[in-house]
């Protein structure tokens, strides 16, 4: 089966623990319409910089694994988890296929359109544009 657009997100928190709420979210998303959770992987890096896989949400999931194991292993390494999160905390990382933009991206390609950047607005910024409270 392809997938839709799919988006590596990774969520950092201090120290080894985090509210399980976050986890739950995910969990209610993995077969929504909009948004599918493909993979999702928790991991605590230790005060000497070392990541250590904490907890996967599904047994036998292995997307993430498969993408950062590629990762580590490409000559020009774009993106290091071990550099992504700090020492002494912890991260759920999230593999999230957009389901909604199917359509849209299928409609792109058949017109020869290319993505040429792509980014995440945080409230901050739209803050610090005005556009939020």
């Given amino acids: 089966m392809p997938y839709g657009p799919v988006q590596m997100l990774v969520v950092g928190f201090d120290g080894?623990?985090?509210?399980?709420?976050v986890l739950a979210e995910?969990?209610?998303l993995r077969d929504s319409q909009?948004?599918?959770?493909i993979d999702v992987l928790i991991v605590h890096k230790d005060a000497d910089g070392v990541v250590h896989r904490v907890e996967r949400s599904e047994p036998g999931g292995d997307a993430l694994e498969a993408l950062l194991?590629?990762?580590?292993s490409g000559e020009d390494e774009l993106w290091s988890?071990?550099?992504a999160i700090?020492?002494?905390s912890s991260a759920v990382m999230a593999l999230v296929e957009h389901r909604w933009?199917?359509?849209?991206?299928d409609a792109i390609r058949s017109t020869g359109g290319v993505a040429v950047a792509d980014a995440w607005i945080?409230?901050?910024?739209?803050?610090?544009?005005?556009?939020t409270d």
């Fill in 16 to 21: 080894p623990d985090f509210n399980g709420d």
């Fill in 26 to 28: 995910f969990e209610r």
């Fill in 34 to 37: 909009d948004v599918r959770v």
């Fill in 69 to 72: 194991a590629a990762d580590a």
């Fill in 81 to 83: 988890l071990d550099d």
């Fill in 86 to 88: 700090p020492n002494e």
């Fill in 101 to 105: 933009a199917i359509g849209t991206r």
């Fill in 122 to 131: 945080h409230a901050e910024d739209l803050a610090a544009a005005g556009l």
